[in-house]
C-alpha cells in the first residue's frame, strides 16, 4: 500500500499573514495622515499669502481708481470696482470678487476713507492678515475690526489678534482706508 505524499511548502510559498497585511495597510495609512496634514498646512498657507496680496491690491487699485476725486462717496462701490478692473478675472466667481477661503469682498465709501469687508476667514489667517497692520497696506489704514470688534490700535499684537479672530472659520474683518 502506498501512502500519500504531503506536500510540503515552504515559508516563501505560503504567501503573507494577517499580521503582516495589517503592518502594511496602517504603514500607508500613516503615510496618507501625514501627506494629508502637510497638504493642508501649505495650502493654508498658501491661501492666507494670496488673501494678503489680494488686500494690498485692493486698496492700490482703488486709491489710484479714486485719486482725481474729492471723496470714495458713501456707497457700496464694489461693483464699480470690478467693472474698472480693481480685482483680476481670477479673483471674480460669476462677477463677484471673493477671498481665497469664498467669502464676498464689499468696497464702501465713507466719505474721505473707505473700507474693504472681508467674510469667512479662518482663524489662523485672520489673525495674519490683522497683524498685517498699517506698514503692509501703504501707510493707508486708518483702523481695523474683526467680528465687530474694533482693535484698539494698528499695531496688534499676537496676544490682541487671537483674542479678536474668535471664530474658527468665519471671521470678518473689515479695514479701513484713506
Not at 505560503?14 to 495609512?29: K, Q, S, Y
Not at 492700490?60 to 470696482?81: C, K, M, Q, W
Not at 464676498?104 to 497692520?133: H, W
Not at 496676544?159 to 472659520?169: K, M, R
Request: negative net charge; charged residues 20%; hydrophobic residues 40%.
Amino acid at each position: 500500500m502506498e501512502t500519500p505524499l504531503k506536500f510540503k511548502r515552504n515559508r516563501a510559498d505560503r504567501g503573507i499573514t494577517l499580521v503582516e497585511t495589517l503592518l502594511v495597510v496602517a504603514v500607508g495609512a500613516l503615510i496618507i495622515v501625514g501627506a494629508v496634514l502637510l497638504y493642508n498646512t501649505v495650502f493654508g498657507d498658501a491661501r492666507s499669502n494670496d488673501a494678503m496680496r489680494q488686500v494690498q491690491a485692493a486698496v492700490s487699485n482703488v486709491r489710484s481708481l479714486y485719486a482725481g476725486s474729492p471723496d470714495f462717496g458713501t456707497d457700496d462701490f464694489t461693483e464699480v470696482a470690478v467693472q474698472a478692473g480693481v480685482f483680476p478675472n481670477a479673483e471674480l466667481v460669476s462677477g463677484v470678487p471673493t477671498n481665497p477661503w469664498g467669502g464676498t469682498l464689499r468696497l464702501e465709501g465713507n466719505g474721505s476713507s473707505f473700507t474693504i469687508t472681508y467674510p469667512d476667514v479662518p482663524r489662523k489667517a485672520c489673525v495674519k492678515l490683522i497683524r498685517m497692520n498699517n506698514t503692509g497696506l501703504g501707510g493707508a489704514a486708518l483702523g481695523v475690526s474683526v467680528n465687530d470688534t474694533e482693535a484698539e490700535d494698528l499695531n496688534i499684537t499676537a496676544n490682541d489678534a487671537v483674542a479678536l479672530c474668535t471664530d474658527e472659520n468665519t471671521n470678518e474683518i473689515v479695514w479701513e482706508i484713506r
